[in-house]
């Protein structure tokens, strides 16, 4: 039997609550259907600056590297704000995607049929939504050199990022939102600044060229970012897989998730290539909230977004469709049922805990 | 009396057609009130590509530079997707961006009460909606050098761009925010990747400062950029007024336009630094819709962003106050009379055409 290795990163904030209600599901797992799975922990984001001074130690970036899967929490909070650039939470998690060349983020955004009435959207333009982006994790602006600011004298500086993307990155990353596409809506919408940016004029070149090569099955529109982001307020249901850059994938899959009215409930995968002899896949798994400071150690995090992150974990790391299925169709039943953490809560619904809402889960699936 | 001379650059799609009704509401302001504006037109875009090769000739960017103020449509179309970089529709906008120093770029995002309900937000969300976005318009990667596709051989291009900003442009820009927002709700959030970007993290250090020694009596809040969409979404009221780079502006700024539900609706100016001598700023006023090359040519257009643009333009050109505050009015009154036009329409309403449009607002002005 293959390895199931994990690595947890549980994080700062409301991560280790929301990473707790995993562990159980896990340890469940391990014991009624004897799953095999093993687990390891490590630190990252402020709980590893305080421990080591840094945003991850190299020897928990190690563990990472050897993992199967990495399941990450959130990272960050007020009481870092101060830390210098280079140790500040997030570049723990930066530093996760780069080294183990995570390229391909996949951010679903999804509208729970029993919460499509808690999002700002009508009710009619959100309901049954579901859309995929396909972000680029590694390249852009996130890592471009020249990333500086130079003292100019005077009183003056200069703050420098560069956006760089070559062909191969483009392509690869094309590459997943095709293929992905062949098993949705067999349609892809590709999103840049071509009127503006040359690595827009690049991405929408050599999506073209890759589409026509190797996917011409497959529907493909290109849209400018800026009218992308208008048209996902307006009527997201247009929209299958987005594909799109690091920069714009960061802003646009925040606001698809915002439009599900649940943005505590959205998983994300981050993947890497396929290793050539082993054909399996580097992989970590995060919600896409954060780390919210404000409601840590409370107990009313919502952890279905963490949840749905192992689920998406069992799919793409470990090929257990069935049981990632059956854990998604957990969480719905449980809000069919009507529990709600405080974030989704609304009049007539049960406000449950963390580890309430975790347990209810647990014994759906 | 201080001249009043307008360069009209119409542009392409239905930029004209909005066009010509501010041409009969400054014909019939010359008429009956004597305001003494002095217009004189030229070509922006893909027509002026297809009459001189540029996207904006030298002697109409020589016309721009001598007007008091320019009023643009809109550019750009399918006709000249596969014209080169240098010279596509969009070219003349930036370049008239960048030559006049129009750096201040105000995009109000007004949710006119007879329009609620047209949001794809829900009503409660986004009624009374009075938020104004500050976009930095002459820095950040839209001018930044290195700016090109360098070809790597072997199949493989690189495409690059560049993200610059120096103290004195995120100085100017937020002091115009922190000026604004004295005249408003006194509150400013300023949004950026400081997180991820070397830029954001001075953009941030300088707002502080600028904040500190100047406008410490305005409250000031930082938003990362993904957040702030996310907040945008979610409930838009928290904001006053944004102040943000280029690109974020480009996407935080259409994204608050798309949530009144009245895109067709809404102007913007990008303002230039008062002259030493003469304390007028150069200035451009333009809707924040696009071409809609679809729909151009039909008589179906709305002109009502292109005539609050120069309602704009009559306030802070011209300090034609209470004319731009009846022109305003006249507006929200056609509206609340039940004209729509077909991008705006809704049952029970009554749909008009492009120049009856116009002609009800000159009618009620
Ligand atoms: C925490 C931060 C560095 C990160 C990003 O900008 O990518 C986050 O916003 C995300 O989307 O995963
Ligand atoms: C037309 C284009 C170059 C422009 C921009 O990106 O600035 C437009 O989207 C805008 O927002 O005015």
Redesign the pocket.
Known sequence: MASKNLLLLAGDGIGPEAMAEVKKLIAAMNVKLGSGFITDEGLVGGCAYNAHGAAISDADMAKAMAADAVLFGAVGGPKWDAVPYEVRPEAGLLRLRKDMELFANLRPAICYPALAASSSLKQEVVEGLDILIVRELTGGVYFGEPKQIIDLGNGQKRGIDTQVYDTFEIERISGVAFELARTRKNHVTSME?R??MKSGVLWNEVVAQTHKARYADVKLDHM?A?AGGMQLVRWPKQFDVIVTDNLFGDMLSDIAAMLTGSIGMLPSASLGAPDAKTKKRKALYEPVHGSAPDIAGKGIANPIAMIASFAMCMRYSFGMVAEADRLESAIAAVLDQGLRTRDIFSVGKTEVGTAEMGDAIIAKF
């Open positions: 600044k009127n503006v400018l800026d």
